[in-house]
């Protein structure tokens, strides 16, 4: 069977790396995500074992279209009614890349009515339609001139681990989180690592899961545990033995700290949520004044930035300060900042050893890398990235 794992951009080519490793066919690194080929224990597999994806999605039909009734012939067509019931609520998702169609909210509508035509037809009664938390989705691709349906086997997107309970006000979601956590090379076990502008504590969670060996998805159902042909003698070896994996919590060399006492706060719940207490070392720290808590590792933040949360005269005044601070008490660490301000690198003066684009949603970002070695790594007042 055919099927997509959308991701945030930029993390495409560390999903077919995931998913090669768990068994996938073919993956294939794609602009928004990965296609790849295999069985359901796969995609029960990629569901629950993928810290990348955003969602899972199983390929049902495909087709070419010149009008919306092609489309709505295309999405007749399909055995709805052998994979889900009318019991279960629908919604119907729709993106397009170069269609010619006008009006996308009239595709959605011509394929709901195609699904629910579909189960009249065969069962007597349609679906109901509910846009806030269906229990089946329905996801169409339209190209210039192909329509391509999909089930979505996740439901909730797949960074919603099922734990989390408290939240800010410019949160990082799990898998972007996660996706940089792979990009800064950090070794668990071996390597300390340290968020010290932690927010809800994400990087920390994603940081200890990883050490522990804890598969995101144990602590939240999915979409395919409803559908008429879940494999249950399929699933629930696969959902035991990620289980038995996981190791029991212990301090970890992992660190985070915040300037403001309720973040800190924040991350505490979030870890004690997640079966995490005690694993992360945390406390009230201005970054500026903090010293590293290890002769090396890896330091990791996703500083405010002007279209999230500060205005720029803060963070103009505030870059130059952190480069002080990194080059004064982080020798032996790399470092990396997670931000869509292109100020930063100007700000912080330091030359940047690796920028990698990244989508935080629609906000193009960088990762930059700073190897804070022993040594003046900084530029003059001005210079230039």
Known sequence: MNFFAPC?????????????????????????????????ALCYRANLESRI?????????????????????IAYAPTWAKWFTPDETIRVFVTAHKSPLRSLEFVTLKIKDAVCDHFRTIVGRRPDVNTQTPDIRVHAFLSADTVTLYLDTSGEPLYKRGFK??????????????????????????????????????????????????????????????????????????????????????????????????????????????????????????????????ASGVLVANPPYGVRLSDTSELEAFYPKLGDALKANWSGWRAYFFTGDPLLPKGVRLKASKRTPLFNGAIECRLFEYLMVAGSARKPKGGEE
């Open 53 to 73: 994806a955003t969602r899972v999605l199983w390929q049902v039909s495909m087709g070419r279209y010149r009008n919306e009734e092609d489309v709505y012939r």
């Open 8 to 40: 945030p951009r930029g993390l495409e080519p560390l999903l077919a790396d995931e998913l090669r490793a768990i068994g996938a066919t073919d993956p294939k690194a794609v602009p928004g995500g990965v296609q790849f080929s295999g069985d359901w």
């Open 165 to 294: 309970s408290a939240a800010v006000e410019a949160p990082l979601k799990e898998n972007l989180a996660a996706g940089i956590l792979r990009l800064t090379g950090w070794k668990p076990g071996e390597e300390a690592l340290c968020d010290p502008m932690c927010g809800s504590g994400t990087f920390l969670i994603e940081a200890a899961q990883m050490a522990l060996d804890v598969a995101p998805g144990l602590g939240r159902h999915f979409a395919f545990e409803r559908f008429k042909h879940f494999e249950r003698d399929t699933w629930l070896p696969i959902r035991k033995a990620a289980d038995a994996r996981r190791q029991a919590p212990r301090p970890l060399a992992i660190y985070g700290s915040d300037i403001v006492e309720d973040q800190v706060r924040k991350s505490f719940v979030n870890l004690r949520s997640a079966g995490l207490e005690g694993c992360v070392e945390l406390e009230r720290m201005d970054l500026l004044d903090r010293k590293a808590p290890a």
